[in-house]
């Protein structure tokens, strides 16, 4: 993105449902996020895994800043907020206005990881959670792997903890775990016995060993890696809650906080492609008049701007739900999801046809600027994806309209 588009969202949106706790720290993250993501979000979006690495920098800012204490409360150091949810989604959708990638680490950081130790016991909370919220550690959330992802069930997880007379003995192999090369933690997802537990792994142990960073098509600066668990020694203060078999309900219920995070992003995305967009229209003329002036383009984003602002009041009930003590606020939560993330995917895709030729551009070769639309699509692609397929939702979402009696 090479300028700050006009944010339609302030003309178009009205908020009726966010308390006005969650809209102060909307416009308080917005600031910030102008401040400290906005001037490095190129270079983060066009950056290679392996040699620019992980956006340290902003990572740090963000944590000065205050924004890793937004989900959490006060007795570990958090803002203590009524509606620490709704506040955490809407910050993520103002990361992502300017940086998918960096919406993808604090999202990882505090709501997987995060949220996961919060389920811990107190000796855990006080112990990680200061951490998580001043971010002097990174965190990581490990539940998929080679041959398990959608798939939680004992059956497919192979990663194991084994008890022993010390503790426990963790063997195994994870894929695709955001924040794995700078992680101070993980909270991995294992097999004990017949049932499923969770293990707050200190990556410093040995054993753990963390792979190279892959290379993928967007979201470059959410960095991803293979860890393995090699004899890793654990004692039973690392098992997660303190209670064996309970690590599918912990992670089910992180996974789905996680969907309302993903969903916020997939409207901040949304939203800035329509804003540059709209912005492009008006201004770029042809045949003696402003692209605009086609009733195509009319059309298309009146459409547009109608589904962003269904993906907003869907994510914003399913954290006001969450927040009001429900853990699995469905269908809002998997509605949410696949309808704001397939959004963001089909704007960001209208931007580029939009912007012709310019949207297809990566960087310009006159100038070197980038190009305004194409990291947006390019980072769009993966929430339909990660933190459960659309597909995945779907099947949520149908269980609730017939019931697990039909659905299973």
Known sequence: MTSTPTRQSDRLHHELLAPKETQSVRAAVRRIAEHEVAPHAAAIAGGDERTDG?????????????????????????????????????????????????????????????????????????????????????????????????????????????????????????????????????????????????????????????????????????????????????????????????????????????????????????????????AHLSTRHAFGKPVAANQHWQFLLAERATEIENARNLYTKAALRLDAGNPSPEPEAAMAKYYATKLSVDMARDAVQAFGGLGFARELGADGSPGPVEAIYRDSKIGEIYEGTNEIQKWVIARQIFGRDVIG
């Open 54 to 278: 992980f956006p340290r920098q902003v990572f740090d800012a963000l944590a000065s800043a205050g924004i890793f204490r937004i989900p959490f409360p006060g007795e570990v150091g958090g803002d203590g907020l009524i509606h620490p949810a709704t506040a955490t989604a809407v910050a993520i959708e103002e990361l992502a206005y300017y940086s998918s990638s960096v919406a993808a680490v604090f999202d990882v950081h505090c709501i997987l990881a995060g949220n996961a130790l919060n389920q811990g016991t107190e000796a855990q909370r006080k112990r990680w959670l200061p951490k998580v919220v001043d971010g002097s550690l990174v965190g990581a959330f490990a539940t998929t792997e080679p041959d398990a992802s959608s798939d939680l069930s004992p059956q497919a997880v192979q990663t194991e903890a084994i008890r022993t007379e010390a503790g426990w003995v963790l063997n195994g192999h994870k894929r695709w775990i955001s924040n794995a090369p700078v992680a101070g933690f993980v909270v991995v997802l294992a097999r004990t016995g017949t049932r499923l537990s969770m293990f707050i792994v200190d990556t410093a142990l040995p054993g753990v060993e963390v792979g190279l960073a892959d290379r993928k098509m967007g979201n470059r600066g959410q960095l991803t890696a293979d860890i393995r668990f090699t004899n890793v020694h654990l004692s039973d203060d690392d098992l997660l809650g303190g209670a064996e078999g309970q690590g599918l309900r912990h992670a089910l219920s992180t996974l789905t906080y996680g969907r309302i995070g993903i969903a916020a992003a997939g409207v901040g995305m949304a939203q800035v492609a329509f804003d540059l967009t709209v």
